[in-house]
DNA sequence: TTATAGTTTCACAGTTTAGTCATATTCATT
DNA sequence: AATGAATATGACTAAACTGTGAAACTATAA
């Protein structure tokens, strides 16, 4: 799947590094290591083809949130938060500063590269123009379009980034609170059943494909082709 | 089911670790022994390929839960702890401290060897894409979904809930409370007997397999599928 | 400002499901 | 085999959930 992808982690303690490091180097990945936030700016400033950052949100000197700010303000590469533990002020803040994905220590090492390889994935189909094909629904990421059999179909945007997330995730159960965390944002709080209307709209403009949105009943959606 | 998972036993007593191990090697695991804390550790941090470790309370220099406390600072691996001797306050100190499992000396090997497989099922699941096969019963819990022999199975929410819970336990006899516990809600105060309709749903929907989830008399319920 | 498209909320109806209960059956023990 | 206790079962009711259309609200552009 990856042409070994170039991931900069930045932590401060040696073996925190070395435990991310170890698996992700298993799974194909370079690794460059960073032990500090300035380390980690002059490296990625410097070397071009980094294509994901793992930030240490508590680092001396420079913590992750700054070097995220840094960063952002030149380029859209994934990153990705450790933080010690699931606060949720931090996780809005975090994503207000465009991070990617949040994980809380203790992690999983095999969690934090099935999230690494999730995040290449997407930004590798929104980067080369890919599209998706899902039982005739066609779905351009990088244009913003969906077509059915190849007619362009008009929908809007919450109605795409909905539809996108059922086809990227197909075949998985979604929960409408999943839903909700992904399409809408972490600090949505509006009313569940909002993701209901929008899916009726969806089916109804998918017409006959429109039963690939299963609906699964206590739980929330499943976006599936039959013949598969 | 498991490609030769890794277990690390820790215990300073020699002929402990050796039952443990023999026990373990039986089902296809891969054992390595640590005969203290600190040496536990060092494995741990050194081979990154553990996928479970036994711990033992009592040891010398370092006891279970610090190096507990240790590795749960940079990892989420599955620990189960063995202790002399049910003590609440143990019991209470480990969950905190989020351990696993919690079984006290003396215990059976069976008992051991089922909930080892029982917790490496429940993380293998989280994993996305795992599918969970078990007497021609096949669990996908990312699209949450059931096959008998292939052939899809309708099942409501609970009833996949239930059967969840059951076949990631399969071999563990399951009390009706820690099915309430799981299944239900901690806070659910409703009849006991409420499983007993859906255990009945679930089997007649199963049909022949149904007999794969045993009745415990006095105690509650068992997955098992006979030829194991 | 007004017009327009998009988004969200709400209430009602139609379904599905979960849980209860009474009765039948099974089980372990004597 | 008889007994008492636990479980299995089928029918029923209450509760929970979803689909839908319409209304309220928002943002945007003319």
Same mark, same amino acid.
């Given at each position: 799947m990856n042409n070994k992808c170039t991931v900069l982690v930045v932590d401060d303690e040696s073996r925190m590094r070395k435990l991310v490091k170890d698996f992700l180097v298993k799974k194909e990945f370079d690794v460059i290591e960073a032990a500090d936030g300035e380390k980690a700016l002059d490296i990625f400033f410097e070397k071009? /083809?980094? /294509?994901l950052i793992i930030l240490d949100? !508590? !680092?001396? *000197? !420079? /913590?992750g949130w700054q070097v995220c700010k840094e960063i952002r303000q030149y380029s859209k590469i994934p990153i990705i938060m450790l933080t010690a533990k699931t606060d949720e002020h931090d996780e809005l803040q975090g994503f207000n500063l465009g991070v990617d994905e949040y994980i809380s220590k203790p992690f999983s090492p095999k969690i934090l590269v099935a999230r690494v390889e999730a995040i290449l994935r997407r930004t590798a189909s929104a980067k080369t123009g890919e599209k998706i094909n899902a039982g005739g629904i066609e779905l351009d990421v990088a244009a913003h379009e969906v077509s059915l059999d190849g007619e362009l179909l008009e929908l809007s945007y919450k109605e795409f980034e909905l539809l996108s997330y059922f086809i990227i995730n197909q075949g998985v159960a979604l929960s409408r609170e999943k839903i909700l965390n992904n399409v809408?944002?972490? /600090?949505y709080f509006g009313d569940a059943r909002t993701i209901d209307t929008h899916v009726k709209k969806l089916r109804s403009k998918l017409?006959? *494909?429109?039963?690939?949105?299963?609906t699964i009943w206590g739980m929330g959606y499943k976006f599936e082709v039959e013949s598969e």
């Open positions: 071009k /083809d980094i /294509d949100v !508590m !680092m001396p *000197k !420079m /913590d809408w944002n972490y /600090d017409g006959s *494909k429109g039963e690939y949105i299963k």
